[in-house]
């Protein structure tokens, strides 16, 4: 399937929504705990099975993303977004299939397996395409994109928790509701794949810069740098950090505030969970854009220093002033949104526009690592200080003191980074066609 070139007087700002109908549709992801209760009791599983298909899909979202990259850039936007279309929604129709049988391993392998390779393709499929689109404003181009990942689940939740209760929360009804999510995704991301375009030429606005200005990189070098590494342990840090709330919002605010004189009910502690997913959505469009006017590294200052400083005012003053604490999480997860939506623009200035879209899918596995690491970090250790008599606030303490030392990990990194050597640069993709062109005639 070749990439459909834009015709004459295309606007560009069509672009993000074709984006955005993908990603709105795979930050369902982010709403998957609405299933586990109903799975659990539908099926006889437990919390650690419940969380099996989303896990298995964060992997395999990074796994694809990074094996991917290559063929999105080879192929083209409109055939990754057709891949994630056929693997999301498949996924969701065995999963059906699996809830209406009782066999959970069909689940796994339809959501988590077939429907994760549907998020890493996903993910990337836009993110080339519109930093093309908009070298003026690459911050903010994916920032609208990656922002409806954020968004998905506040879609997603209300709309699945719906249907749980219109059709029953028994295998039956939680079978009709993930078959109906398939059907309705598909529909919804297939306006992507129709809508989306690749510009006609490297300046698809006369007054903005080529999208081939700078240095050009391919994936294969790009890995090979100290640039790239600096940026993954950039990325993994800002995620471990910012994930390791969100994984443990609505119990971790309830702890805090358990033993004091105003408690957080289980009704507030899911209002702050929905004021986090907020602060996500909106820093992944905010900080992005903020980083077209300040520059990459000075926000990414922002993201690890000042998140460093608000974990401190948590470990310090969080148990005693409530209005702190939530101010607090809620910076830190806007800035965990943020580093999501501002890399691509980050790799671009690195790498170039050439091959961004498989060197951004290769960074990714920093995601994946950080899924990993963050809630570890943060259930470990509390369950640890809970079995040593502690409570409340005590119970996160040390975990929030590790945090802040990967944060700081992580402003090392951004600091160390530098232009890349002129020895891994390529000539731009126009110039390379011209000398493979005159190569030809030579070796016929």
């Known amino acids: 399937m070749s990439p459909p070139v834009a015709p004459p007087g295309w606007s560009r700002w069509l672009v993000p929504p074709a984006a955005l109908s993908v990603h709105l549709s795979i930050g369902q992801a982010y709403a998957w705990s609405v299933f586990k209760p109903p799975l659990e009791s539908a099926l006889g599983l437990s919390g650690t099975q419940s969380a099996l298909p989303f896990q298995l899909g964060i992997v395999m979202l990074g796994l694809s993303a990074a094996f991917g990259g290559t063929l999105v850039e080879r192929n083209g936007p409109r055939w990754a977004m057709t891949v994630a279309l056929i693997c999301f929604s498949s996924g969701f129709l065995l999963s059906a299939l699996g809830a209406a049988t009782e066999q959970y391993w069909l689940i796994v392998l339809g959501y988590g397996f077939v429907g994760g390779i549907g998020l890493g393709i996903g993910y990337i499929s836009p993110v080339s395409t519109l930093i093309k689109w908009f070298p003026d404003r690459p911050g903010m181009a994916t920032g609208i994109a990656i922002m409806g990942f954020g968004g998905g689940a506040l879609i997603a939740s209300p709309w699945s928790a719906q249907m749980l209760k219109s059709f029953g929360s028994d295998s039956s009804g939680i079978a009709l509701a993930f078959l109906v999510h398939g059907l309705s995704y598909a529909v919804f991301m297939l306006l992507g794949v129709l809508l989306v375009r690749v510009p006609r030429s490297e300046r698809p606005v006369e007054s903005a810069p080529s999208a081939f200005d700078g240095p050009q990189v391919s994936a294969r070098n790009a890995v090979r740098t100290p640039q790239f590494w600096c940026l993954w342990l950039v990325l993994c840090m800002n995620v471990t950090a910012g994930i390791g709330i969100l994984e443990k919002a609505a119990p971790m605010i309830t702890d805090f505030f358990n033993d004091t004189s105003t408690p957080v009910s289980v009704s507030a502690a899911a209002g702050f969970v929905a004021l986090l997913s907020a602060a996500n959505m909106a820093g992944r469009i905010g900080w992005s854009s903020t980083s077209d006017l300040i520059g990459r590294k000075n926000i990414y200052r922002v993201y690890l220093g000042v998140g460093a400083v608000m974990y401190g005012l948590i470990v310090?003053?969080?148990?005693?002033?409530?209005?702190?604490?939530?101010?607090?999480?809620?910076?830190?997860?806007?800035?965990?949104?943020?580093?999501?939506?501002?890399?691509?623009?980050?790799?671009?200035?690195?790498?170039?526009?050439?091959?961004?879209?498989?060197?951004?899918?290769?960074?990714?596995?920093?995601?994946?690592?950080?899924?990993?690491?963050?809630?570890?970090?943060?259930?470990?250790?509390?369950?640890?200080?809970?079995?040593?008599?502690?409570?409340?606030?005590?119970?996160?303490?040390?975990?929030?003191?590790?945090?802040?030392?990967?944060?700081?990990?992580?402003?090392?990194?951004?600091?160390?980074?530098?232009?890349?050597?002129?020895?891994?640069?390529?000539?731009?993709?126009?110039?390379?066609?011209?000398?493979?062109?005159?190569?030809?005639?030579e070796s016929a």
């Open 316 to 441: 310090l003053f969080g148990d005693s002033s409530k209005p702190l604490f939530i101010l607090c999480a809620l910076v830190i997860l806007s800035f965990y949104g943020g580093g999501f939506a501002t890399i691509p623009a980050y790799l671009k200035d690195l790498f170039g526009t050439y091959q961004v879209g498989a060197i951004h899918g290769r960074l990714l596995t920093a995601w994946s690592t950080a899924g990993v690491l963050g809630p570890l970090i943060v259930n470990w250790i509390a369950d640890r200080q809970k079995d040593a008599g502690k409570s409340g606030s005590d119970l996160y303490g040390l975990s929030f003191m590790i945090m802040i030392g990967l944060l700081v990990v992580g402003f090392v990194a951004n600091e160390l980074v530098r232009p890349v050597s002129t020895r891994h640069h390529i000539p731009a993709p126009r110039e390379a066609a011209d000398v493979t062109a005159r190569q030809q005639p």
